[in-house]
């Protein structure tokens, strides 16, 4: 499975920006894709993730309410809608998956994209 993050960029601070994670190597129907992100000095940390099948997600709580993951299963590409945007959310993005299970912690993982870099800053 390869997967290829794009989206991110620099942007000011409340705005929004759409990260897309496209999928090949493999179709699947059924599994959990997920986001992380990493800032500089920190350990590579939990965004939000979903279902491929059903489309239940679930969210860190710093992001819930303003981030939201979805997924096209005709492009096995998933997305991770970001509003109101705030400076501590700049990080790099990465898409991790497919799992069969869920979990917060990185080595639940497999499959990583490549990462794209988010920086909020007025």
């Known amino acids: 499975v390869q997967l290829q993050a794009s989206g991110g960029g620099l942007v000011q601070p409340g705005v929004s920006l759409r990260l897309s994670c496209a999928a090949s190597?493999?179709?699947?129907?059924?599994?959990?894709m997920s986001w992380f992100r990493q800032a500089p000095g920190k350990e590579r940390e939990f965004v939000a993730a979903?279902?491929?099948?059903?489309?239940?997600?679930v969210y860190a709580d710093s992001v819930k309410g303003r981030f939201t993951i979805s997924r096209d299963t005709a492009k096995n590409t998933v997305y991770l809608q970001m509003n109101s945007l705030k400076p501590e959310d700049t990080s790099v993005y990465y898409c991790?998956?497919?799992?069969?299970?869920?979990?917060?912690?990185?080595?639940?993982?497999?499959?990583w994209g490549q990462g794209t870099q988010v920086t909020v800053s007025s």
């Open positions: 979903i279902e491929w099948s059903d489309g239940i997600s």
């Open positions: 991790a998956g497919p799992s069969a299970t869920f979990s917060r912690r990185t080595s639940n993982w497999r499959y």
């Open positions: 190597g493999r179709t699947f129907s059924r599994g959990v």
